[in-house]
């Protein structure tokens, strides 16, 4: 016979925002939850979504890389039992709405890819703080920091109908991770606090990100056959997103004025000639 267990409700759940695991645990899914709305409202995601559904977008980009990464280590998700999780991700979520274009609709790209960057370097961190505390191998603390970090992402690209971005080319997407979570494991065995790990594998995974958005260091593609060469997408670099003059953004958004207006086959008509 099933029994039922005779607790009460708990309405308000078990809300806490300290211990250093909790705190860093908030800050990436705030991060995460921000970076999820920015990218619902991005043109190359955005599927007529409403606001409801750029706030569930950012709960997903929120709370899914903790929930993934209790789940795989049989524990249940912080997400779920500390209410903080999702009001933080709502909150950030709100945010990212409100201030996801500039003036003049343009998406705030350059915005986005900062916080992108916060965002893998935040999760990777707590994932292999999880991975460590749960007694993982390396491997595993490796693997469980990846999975933390690029879960929300992952989900946001799938319901977009876009291939996943840790799939494709781009500025070291997983590495950062794996950056992020090897810097936070050396600090960590060599006896250093706990926010001081967390700072220096933060610093030395954002900065190393933005400097290759800022060079164009990506991740290399396979080897092609002979004769066959690879589609350059003309993805611009970080700078030029920064200062609001990505030509493909513009395209996007159909804000690129017409190169030749009022012209027949690029040349400009002759007023002369119509008169006749």
Known sequence: MVQLADESVNWF???????????????????????????????????N??????????????ISGSV??????????????????????????IVGYLIAFKPGQLFREGLFELVTSASLAWFAIVGAQK???VGLPMIGVLLLAVVASTAGRYLIDL???????LFVRGEWYVGTALLAAVVWVICDAAGLNV???????????????VVAMYRGWEEPLPKEPPGVHQRDDG?????????????????????????????????PRNDRNDRR
């Not at 280590?73 to 933080?88: G, K, Q, R, T």
């Not at 700072?199 to 900065?207: K, W």
């Not at 953004?249 to 159909?254: D, F, H, K, M, Y």
Request: glycine share 12%; aromatic share 6%; hydrophobic share 45%.
């Open 131 to 133: 991975g460590i505390r």
């Open 235 to 267: 993805r611009p670099r970080l700078g030029p997103k920064l200062k609001g003059k990505s030509e493909q953004e513009l395209r996007a958004l159909g804000l690129l004025p017409e190169e030749h207006p009022d012209t027949d086959e690029g040349k």
């Open 49 to 62: 979504y409403t606001i409801v559904g750029v706030l569930l977008m950012a709960v997903l980009g929120g």
């Open 159 to 165: 319901t977009s109908g876009v291939p996943p971005k």
């Open 68 to 93: 993934t990464r209790d789940l795989l280590v049989n524990e249940v998700p912080a997400a779920l039992m500390n209410p903080a999780y999702i009001v933080f991700s709502l909150v950030a979520g």
């Open 195 to 209: 926010w001081v790990c967390a700072g220096i594998a933060f610093v030395v995974a954002y900065t190393t990100r």
């Open 13 to 47: 759940g078990d809300w806490s925002l300290s211990g250093s695991f909790t705190t860093i645990d908030l800050i990436a899914a705030a991060t995460g939850a921000l970076n999820g709305a920015l990218l619902a409202r991005r043109p190359s995601h955005y599927r």
